[in-house]
Structures are given as C-alpha cells and as structure tokens.
C-alpha cells in the first residue's frame, strides 16, 4: 500500500504543478459515479458468470466450491487484486495520462497507455522467452488498456473504468480460479480435464468469445452508455475557457 500512496502523492502534486487539479472533483462521489461504478461492477460478473457457466455445462464440467476455501483467502486475494488494480490504474490512467491528454492530445495518450499496459504484462506474467504467450497476452491486454482508457476518457472520471478493471480480475481470479500462480480459489472445475470435447465450429465459438467477445461486447456497451458525458476534452475546453 505504500507504493500506492506515494503515487497518490505523486499523481496529485503533477496534477497540482501544472494547474490540472480541478480534475480532482471528479473523484467525488456522486449518484452519476454510484451507477457508473455499479455499471462497471456488475458487467464483467454478468459476462463472465454466463460464459463460464455455459461452457462448463458444454464440456460436461461443471465448477463446484472448493471446499478448502476460507475466509483469509477470499480477503487475502481481494486485498492482492484491488491493491494491483489500483497500481495499474494510478500508473496507466492516472494524472501522467491526463497530462498527455492535455499537453499532447487525448489520441495519443490512448494509444501509449494501450500499448504499455500490454507491455507491462510481459513483465507482470514473466512471458519473456514464450514469443506466441507475449502476442497473445499484448492483444488481449493491450485491447483492455485501450477499453479502460477509453472509458476515462468518456466518462471523465476514474469510477468506471477502475470497477471494470477491478471486477473482470475478481470474476476471472477470485471466484473462477484463472490465475494460477494464486492456487485455486473460491469455484473450481469438477475434473482436471473436459469429460467431453464439442465440435470444431463450437470449439472455435468458444475461442472466439473467450479472447475478444467480452471486449467486443464491453467496449459496444460503453459507447452506448457514455454515448452523452462530455468526457475529458469538454472539460479541458471549459477550464481554459475560465482562465
């Protein structure tokens, strides 16, 4: 929590320095923030829960609760992933994001945050060595940097891009067991292997919503959603306007 602080610090003292700090009152809460959060919340469980779900009872194996889970280690993996999505979050799309925003334009600093957050992940996942895991994972990624970036952009606030973050890795590693180097977590799959493989259009289907359906359908919903906020470069325009 530490490292989160001093880039707390960090992020409001270069937001202080170059007169950006008004966007701090985007952090207040407020009934627009509440929704964008529960939106942003309770989207990755819908998607996830549904996907996962029907393709366990395609493949005849279905998830069961692990038995072994306890209470220190849903609190101790919750505290693991908000303390790394916060991370992220201040390192990506924090103050230096908005400062490109600014000074260069918004474009730009959607493609570089895009782009290094996938990079980043060559390093957090320790990919190096493994060229067709660092393209799979730089795609992937990098498409969800580019859907969070865009969502702060829109939205003009943290809240729902931070909840969108937050809750694929909750739904995806807390309760569907997907980060391995973690251990199984609160459901786990009934066999070690699928008692039955589908045909090759259903295997592909499957393929094809696991690695781009949820960005696909997430970045369509946000669109729809943000269709009318402002978004950032509205409040760029109207604080140059007032000084």
């Known amino acids: 929590m530490l490292g989160i ?14 007169k950006l700090d008004f966007l701090l009152l985007n952090l207040k809460v407020s009934l627009k923030h509440s929704n964008d959060f529960l939106v942003g919340f309770f989207w990755p469980i819908f998607y996830w829960c549904l996907y996962e779900f029907i393709v366990a009872e395609i493949v005849e194996n279905p998830y069961q609760i692990n038995a072994s889970f306890t209470a220190n280690n849903f609190s101790d993996t919750f505290l693991f992933l908000l303390r790394s999505v916060l991370f992220e979050e201040l390192i990506f799309r924090g ?6 925003c600014y000074k260069l334009s918004i474009n730009y600093a959607i493609i570089i945050s895009t782009i ?21 994972v730089f795609l992937m990624t990098g498409c969800m940097g580019f859907i969070f970036a865009y969502t702060l952009v829109r939205s003009g606030s943290v809240y729902i891009s931070t909840a969108l973050h937050l809750s694929g890795n909750l739904t995806n590693i807390l309760i569907f067991s997907k980060d391995y180097s973690l251990g199984k977590q ?7 292997d699928d008692p039955f493989l589908p045909n090759p259009w259903i295997s592909i289907s499957i393929i094809i919503l696991h690695y781009t359906g949820y960005q696909f359908f997430t970045f369509l919903l946000l669109k729809w959603y943000l269709a009318k906020r402002p978004g950032l470069d509205s409040l760029f325009k109207s604080h140059d306007q007032s000084n």
């Open 5 to 18: 602080f001093i880039l707390s610090l960090l992020s409001y003292l270069v937001l202080k320095y170059y």
């Open 95 to 100: 103050a230096f994001f908005c400062l490109i």
């Open 116 to 136: 290094s957050f996938g990079i980043y992940h060559w390093f957090s996942w320790e990919l190096f060595g493994n060229p067709t895991a660092m393209i799979v």
């Open 186 to 192: 609160w459901l786990v799959k009934s066999f070690a």
